[in-house]
């Protein structure tokens, strides 16, 4: 495999894990981000000094292609290592949100939810379903399965919306 064609692969790679395992991942966006620039500014310093040898592969195919490897690795390994599944149950509303191009604006529903009490405020992933809006349809609450990987962090592996006549709102 020529470098191309490795930096392809290993690019739709990185894309699948990211959908599949990052967005699972109950983390504050905010903090995730911060710590992502850290490393990134470790990782330049370790390289000035040639801790980290890459020479053969260059920057740009470290910090485009290595470094979200790794990121992803850590991740895979923290939701493979999952355990002891808990249920949390939250009322939810949905918003109305404009979409469209510049010149045509509608109004539709998203599959992003607003949970009681705020939770998972800054977890974006966590309140927002990749799914058809027709599954939340008359529902107003979800019932989130999560569970813990070994690093500690909070993996989202299932969820369900139902209907319960206490989620009212008044």
Known sequence: MTRIDKSIVFSILNAILLITVIFNTVINFYLFVLVLI?????????????IININKQGRKYFFGV?????INGFFLINYFTGMNPTKEAYCFRCMVSEVGSVRSHQKGKTTYVYLSGNAYEYSYMTRSFW??????????????????GIFGLKIRKDFEFVFNENCLEK
Not at 38 to 50: A, G, P, Y
Not at 66 to 70: A, H, Q, R
Not at 131 to 148: A, G, H, P, S, W
């Open 131 to 148: 799914i058809d809006y027709k599954r939340m349809l008359f529902k107003n609450q979800v019932i989130y399965t999560f569970e813990r």
């Open 38 to 50: 850290i490393v990134v500014i470790l990782c330049n310093i370790l390289i000035k000094r040639n």
């Open 66 to 70: 290595t470094f979200p490897l790794i």
